[in-house]
């Protein structure tokens, strides 16, 4: 029997949240970040991040071992007295052949994360191998 211990929330868009077990759900891409930008100075971005002075993003996707099914959420964990934000939390629960690409796109807009968080958890995708008999094939002439 699986206990609350070796389970996670995970907060979904407009639907209740859910628990699942991170052996039974893997990770499969993943992309996390603050809003300190990238002036260098990394001194006084722990500083910062220490005295809660930043926003920090996540952006995560999970796939069920057994249905393929897949999860993506997105959390803002937002520094309010100094960014002004609030934290958000957004998510979908997908099929497996739903577009997973695009779900990211849309679960990290709709938790107004960076696009950079956004296209890094796409880049984070296992690759997709198109010498396979791939959906892509193209002959070469010289």
Not at 40 to 46: E, L
Not at 52 to 66: A, I, K, S, T
Not at 120 to 133: F, K, N, R, T, V
């Amino acid at each position: 029997m699986k206990t609350q211990d070796t389970q996670i929330k995970i907060v979904l868009t407009d639907r209740a949240p859910v628990r699942v077990t991170p052996a039974v759900w893997p990770e499969l891409a993943s992309a996390k970040g603050d809003s300190w930008g990238t002036n260098g100075d990394y001194a006084r971005h722990s500083q910062a991040s220490a005295q809660g002075e930043l926003d920090e993003y996540r952006l995560v996707v999970r796939r069920h071992m057994g249905t393929g099914r897949v999860l993506v959420y997105a959390r803002l964990d937002a520094a309010s007295a100094w960014t002004g934000t609030e934290d958000r939390a957004e998510g979908e629960l997908l099929e497996e052949e739903d577009d997973v690409a695009a779900a990211i796109r849309r679960v990290g807009q709709r938790c107004e994360l960076p696009d950079c968080i956004i296209r890094d958890c796409i880049a984070d995708l296992p690759s997709e191998d198109l010498d396979d008999g791939g959906p892509v094939q193209a002959s070469c002439s010289l």
